[in-house]
């Protein structure tokens, strides 16, 4: 890690320890790490670049209001010191300004520029908080000023004239003509790639924040899980060396649930990482065909054939999307129901509708069964979550399904009774539209 940016350095060590990262986790954080420094190097720069300009302009306007209290200078010296000054201006890359309380009184090119303004003229009738994207922040600058005499470097959200906003990195003083009349001089840079930087760091930064939780979660109940039936099974095999010629078709029962446990777990494990490392994609789907395909899959469940399931299809065209994480989203929304269903219900039942529009398809997935009770709910889609300690699931479904509909930019929601059932609706993206403008896109060329 040496080389690293310190802050990225203290947050791996702190949960990687002594592990040895994998190369293409070690290449994701020596470009997290690039972040920072650059972000870091270019506001250090644009700051020095304020600085810099700041410090000229006061001495430019210094030198000049000394100049002009001095009788004996001729006014043609006078005209040539306001040309030299108004040229330097003009071929700065900073926008800079000069405006009273209420009135703009000078701006130059790289101001028309930054704003998106045509002429100095256009400029000049407009108050100087027409600039600003919120009059809030034009008033606590005045504010500042008024009582500082200067701002340094503060970050400001402008408008410009077609209404749209950036973000600008001002500094500015105060200044005096010989009537004692005040006046705010300043320059402006704009910082909007480097603000853009720096909410894709903080961004970056969240979630790198949110794998270290979660890895750290997957660590410890993945280790658990995964023991927990291997050493069941290492207990009823010393069992049968210890009963020798005895029944065991117990002890092989007890060994294949537990072996489907294992398969369960890592079934789990596969799709989470499946659904982690795929980009979506969209194809054509009978979403009636992935349905019964999964009532088929999980036939072999205890008392699955005693649950009548049904499919209801309402569609007015086709529908387009992810097959993989569809898939992943029925398989365990269906074989939950099928194993929390209620042992008192007469007729057991879970009934799949399908509405699909051009735009969305709407997929409602309901059973009588255990149903949740109401201080579980908002935690079942957590990593890891079980709401009952007879649960023999892993805890990582419900959170995969709800990534997987994140990847879709579809959404889920979970409505459920104690001992009578839930439901759940979810809605993902159509691209049906998308498909058929390609194809006439191809069918055009």
């Known amino acids: 890690m040496e080389g690293f940016h310190k802050l990225l350095e ?27 420094h650059y972000y870091e190097r270019d506001r250090q720069f644009l700051e020095r670049a304020m600085e810099i300009s700041s410090k000229e302009l006061l ?71 027409k600039f600003y994207f919120s009059a809030k922040s034009h008033k606590q600058l005045l504010r500042k000023l008024i009582k500082y005499r200067s701002v340094k470097s503060e970050e400001i959200l402008f408008k410009r004239k ?70 069941s099974m290492l207990g009823l095999l010393n069992l049968i060396e210890m009963e020798k010629g005895s029944d065991i078709t117990l002890y092989l029962d007890r060994m294949r649930n537990s072996v489907v446990k294992l398969d369960n777990f890592i079934t789990d494990i596969i799709d989470y990482s499946l659904n982690s490392r795929i980009d979506a994609s969209y194809e054509a789907i009978d979403l009636t065909d992935l349905i019964e395909d999964c009532f088929l899959h999980f036939k072999y469940l205890p008392f699955s054939d005693t649950i009548h399931k049904s499919v209801e299809m309402k569609s007015t065209v086709p529908f387009y999307g992810d097959r993989k994480r569809l898939q992943i989203i029925f398989n365990n929304l269906i074989s939950n129901a099928i194993n929390y269903r209620n042992p008192g219900q ?40 079980r709401g009952t300690t007879n649960s023999n699931g892993s805890g990582l479904g419900l959170y995969i399904v709800k990534e997987a509909l994140e990847k879709m930019h579809g959404n889920i929601h979970v409505a459920s009774n104690k001992n009578f059932g839930t439901k759940f609706t979810i809605e993902v993206p159509n691209h049906y539209h998308k498909v058929m403008d390609e194809r006439q896109l191809r069918d055009s060329a």
């Open 10 to 36: 203290r947050q791996l060590r702190k949960h990687a320890q002594e592990q040895i990262l994998q190369p293409e986790l070690l290449e994701l954080f020596k470009t997290i790490s690039d972040s920072y």
């Open 346 to 385: 007469e007729q057991p039942f879970i009934k799949v509708e399908v509405v699909t529009e051009p735009d969305i398809s709407c997929i409602v997935i309901q059973d009588n069964g255990m149903g949740i009770e109401e201080h579980h709910i908002d935690k079942i889609f957590n990593m890891f979550y």
């Open 162 to 231: 077609d209404g749209t906003s950036f973000w600008g990195l001002i500094s500015t003083m105060v200044s005096y003509n010989n009537d004692g009349d005040n006046f705010f001089d300043g320059a402006i840079i704009d910082i909007s790639t480097q603000k853009q930087n720096e909410e894709n760091l903080k961004n970056t930064n969240s979630k790198l924040q949110k794998a270290n939780s979660e890895l750290d979660r997957f660590v410890y109940s993945a280790s658990h899980d995964l023991r927990a039936p291997l050493k």
């Open 59 to 129: 001495e430019t306007n210094r030198k000049l209001a000394a100049e002009l209290k001095n009788k004996s200078i001729a006014e043609q010296t006078i005209l040539e010191k306001n040309q030299i000054i108004r040229s330097i201006n003009e071929n700065l890359r900073e926008a800079v300004f000069r405006t009273s309380k209420n009135k703009v009184i000078y701006i130059n090119q790289a101001f028309l520029e930054l704003f998106g303004y045509d002429s100095e003229e256009e400029v000049l009738k407009e108050p100087p908080g």
